[in-house]
């Protein structure tokens, strides 16, 4: 079975600083995605990065990146120079083939930016 | 903006009614998904749809049922409301049918439904 943790109720961080978020993943395909999305209080659901299983290098998406350690099963999401904005829910998902390619979520982190 | 529009944005009802949620993916998107997001079950995959046709099933109660039309926008349409039905459901459209795990998913706003 395919299951996403995220250990990380909430957290919060300093405005500039950077803040890492934890996302492990349990699989025995191997062929999968990892993916990160950003919810913020409005509701809406924010596609962020994307990792696939053969990468060989981490994503990066601006001031979003993605710290694969596939041997650990991890792909924790790091945020660099916080903003305001980036005070969200943060989920890790995953798509493997065993599971038809059914996008599985983890239960989310809170992330708070303080001025 | 994902390009996926969702309406209403929000939608109050009674126990026992019915009510369609409405969707419409992304621009060259064929691919329709829906999700319920509740307090105490999480973000939860319904079902997807691929070019008009039922691609793949998850948690959805028979009192739920979908379709995506010619014109590629998808209407979920839930029944026998129950107060456990209250949530955020997400519409999210993606390009291919969904059997590649490197298709990404862009998802709608979302429609907010309390049930009273």
């Known amino acids: 079975a395919q299951k996403i943790t995220q250990t990380q109720p909430g957290m919060f961080v300093q405005e500039k600083e950077a803040v890492t978020l934890d996302c492990t993943y349990d699989t025995s395909d191997p062929s999968y995605g990892l993916f990160w999305y950003k919810q913020p209080s409005s509701g809406e659901m924010i596609f962020l990065i994307y990792q696939g299983s053969y990468d060989q290098q981490n994503a990066t998406e601006g001031r979003y990146s993605l710290n694969f350690q596939k041997a650990r099963k991890s792909a924790n999401l790091v945020i660099s120079a916080s903003q305001l904005g980036d005070s969200a829910m943060y989920f890790c998902a995953m798509r493997v083939r065993s599971n038809d390619y059914k996008l599985s979520f983890g239960a989310g982190t809170t992330v708070t930016v303080r001025a | 903006d994902s390009g996926v529009t969702q309406t209403p944005k929000h939608l109050i009802t009674a126990t026992g009614q019915r009510v369609t949620l409405r969707c419409s993916p992304r621009s060259g998107d064929l691919s329709v998904y829906w999700y319920q997001q509740s307090l105490d079950q999480g973000l939860q995959f319904l079902i997807q749809?691929?070019?008009?046709?039922?691609?793949a099933k998850g948690n959805i109660l028979e009192r739920f049922s979908a379709q995506q039309f010619p014109d590629l926008h998808s209407e979920l349409n839930l029944s026998s409301l129950e107060l456990g039905d209250s949530a955020l459901y997400f519409c999210?459209?993606?390009?291919?049918?969904?059997?590649?795990?490197?298709?990404?998913?862009?998802f709608g706003p979302g429609t907010r439904l309390t049930v009273l």
């Open positions: 749809y691929y070019n008009g046709e039922e691609r």
């Open positions: 999210a459209s993606s390009v291919e049918g969904g059997r590649d795990y490197t298709d990404t998913q862009y």
